[in-house]
């Protein structure tokens, strides 16, 4: 997690039109409405300048003509202009608004598309708050780059051309003079980019880390209050929202010197017009109408760059957002179908391991030359000591993660050759730890399949004998789930979990040590919709309690990453070796319900 977040802080480039052309991509379905907004803006910007040179036709030639019909004329072509910018305006930013909740909104789908599809191994190098951070604050930012970013900012740079053209027609020395400050202006204006782009990369870094410790910290706030340490937490918090806060301090204070900057030298300039135009309009050079234009042109030519430290920092904010995003969406999937993925016909719940080697880090084997085979229909145990690999051969089972040598058959094919949604439909699996999602129990069950008949689900929860339960609740299957289902039992929760997998049908069915952390009379519930469960089912269970072992047809017995014993119960236990050690620390004091000794190691977990 550390090194995730130290890479938040060396991302490139704080403006890369790289970045600008992938996020393109996004708005070509809705290109048309975007080219009409972009062709307002010409439109609108004709109108707006067309204001000031409009009054110096007035002043000059009317005013000073008394010519009140003239006047009049000039004064409605004026209000015309106003009017035609106004609406242009309205146009333009409306439809430029449209496309971005579009095309943003489509490119938050792409992410989270993208997201299910990476390995576990990312989820266990990333935390989730970061993940949460990257689809929602930063495609946010976004968003504010097209209302105030790369579009005005091409907008007011096409401006400030036109104003200078239009000042240096109207009179050279005059522009000249006005804009005597611009050049050790625009020196200043990029030493501020620098620094800007470096404080607004400190705070899409800081943001994230404490997107990514408020994910964590709420996820485990019944440790923190069991344990006591919200003072801690709260430090801990503290220190990180002070990160976050000073680096936007450091942002503001390069924002307002620039935004003073620019204010400063506006007023210097119109001063300068004012002293050089004055004398000019004296000595009959010029009428009183072009230094009035004149004000005018040099007041919309300050504007956007008095606003230019607002847009830029708008567009620092994208570009290290956009970064981001797209070095997510470039994250490879390294998990995924092959192009001719293998379903095998007619299927047979027959799983090979054949010498599977695994590790997640290098240099230390999760399992070792392991081999084993479950035939169709066999019931196996697997158990060991904690740490001794028997989760793991789930995850390779369903391949969340890919053996680094050997092969994993289901159905008498490698499980690499097979389309990844077709293997895990025909593996169910009852983990230990049970997700539920907020919504109600029907749609925890359907998972979102629409199509599932509720006879079906109601025979699965009957089954699984949480039917008895459900019933039992005011609304049924369409009783609400709170968070992670936070309002059930435990074993409410384990029930679910097994009706839900029953739903689906699978031929082969694994259980990770579901019945581990209940009651003993939801034990027994679970024991007895096992019992029918898996009937005419191949079933690898990662054994826990005495009976899930005892009914097993073979118990393989793993320790260090390698199988040492395979056999029936009886078998084990009279070869008196690993197994019936196993067996006497743990299951024999668990048959006899003896408390544990002080200080006696738990081999079995």
Request: glycine share 6%; hydrophobic share 45%; proline share 4%.
């Amino acid at each position: 997690m550390a090194r995730a977040l130290q890479q938040e802080e060396i991302l490139g480039k704080a403006y890369d039109f790289r970045l600008i052309q992938r996020t393109w991509k996004f708005i070509v379905p809705y290109k048309r409405v975007f080219i009409l907004a972009m062709a307002l803006l010409p439109l609108q910007q004709a109108l707006g300048l067309a204001q000031p040179y409009l009054m110096k036709i007035g002043i000059d030639q009317y005013i000073a003509g008394r010519d009140l019909v003239g006047l009049r004329n000039v004064g409605l072509l004026f209000l015309a202009a106003l009017i035609g910018e106004t609406v242009t305006l309205f146009f333009h930013y409306y439809m430029t608004m449209q496309v971005a909740q579009r095309c943003l909104a489509d490119l938050r789908v792409a992410v989270f598309s993208h997201v299910q599809k990476l390995p576990m191994s990312y989820f266990d190098r990333n935390p989730v708050g970061r993940l949460v951070t990257r689809m929602t604050t930063d495609v946010d930012v976004l968003q504010e780059m097209f209302a105030a970013g790369v579009i005005t900012l091409i907008s007011d740079f096409v401006m400030v051309i036109w104003i200078l053209c239009i000042m240096l027609y109207l009179n050279v020395g005059l522009a000249l003079v006005s804009l005597a400050l611009i050049p050790p202006m625009a020196v200043a204006i990029n030493f501020f980019r620098v620094k800007a782009r470096q404080a607004y990369r400190q705070i899409r870094e800081r943001i994230a880390r404490i997107n990514a410790y408020l994910g964590e910290a709420i996820s485990g706030m019944a440790v923190i209050q069991l344990f006591t340490r919200e003072q801690k937490a709260y430090r801990e918090f503290d220190d990180l929202n002070a990160s976050h806060r000073d680096a936007y301090h450091l942002s503001n204070l390069y924002e307002a010197a620039l935004y003073s900057m620019v204010e400063a030298a506006g007023s210097v300039s119109v001063g300068l017009l004012l002293w050089w135009g004055g004398g000019e309009v004296l000595h009959g050079v010029i009428g009183i109408g072009t230094l009035v234009a004149f004000k005018e042109y040099i007041h919309r030519f300050f504007v956007p760059l008095r606003d230019f430290s607002q847009k830029y920092a708008v567009m620092q904010s994208a570009m290290a957002a956009a970064e981001r995003i797209f070095q997510l969406l470039d994250t490879p999937v390294a998990i995924e179908s092959p192009k001719n993925a293998v379903v095998p016909k007619p299927f047979r719940g027959e799983v090979v391991f054949d010498n599977v080697w695994f590790h997640y880090r290098p240099d230390d084997p999760v399992l070792k030359g392991v081999s084993f085979r479950i035939e169709p229909g066999e019931k196996v145990a697997l158990v060991g000591a904690t740490g001794s690999g028997k989760t793991t051969t789930i995850k390779l089972l369903n391949r969340f993660y890919d053996v680094q040598k050997g092969a994993i058959q289901v159905g008498g094919v490698d499980v690499r050759e097979w389309d990844l949604q077709v293997l895990r439909r025909h593996i169910g699996v009852v983990l230990q730890d049970v997700f539920l999602f907020s919504g109600d129990i029907k749609a925890n069950l359907e998972l979102g399949d629409s199509s599932m008949p509720m006879e079906r689900i109601e025979r699965a929860a009957r089954v699984a004998n949480a039917e008895s339960f459900i019933c039992r609740l005011p609304d049924g299957f369409q009783s609400t789930v709170r968070e992670r289902g936070s309002n059930f039992s435990g074993g409410q929760r384990q029930l679910l979990s097994l009706a839900r997998v029953l739903v689906f049908e699978p031929e082969i069915l694994v259980m990770d040590e579901a019945t581990s952390s209940v009651d003993t009379e939801t034990e027994a519930l679970i024991q007895d919709a096992l019992e029918k469960v898996m009937r005419d089912r191949t079933c690898l269970v990662i054994a826990h309690r005495l009976s899930t072992i005892r009914n097993a047809d073979r118990i393989i017995v793993l320790h260090h990453g390698e199988v040492r014993e395979v056999g029936s119960h009886a078998e084990l236990m009279a070869r008196q070796g690993l197994y019936h050690r196993l067996y006497q620390l743990q299951y024999e004091r668990e048959a006899l319900q003896l408390p544990p000794p002080d200080h006696a190691p738990k081999i079995l977990g």
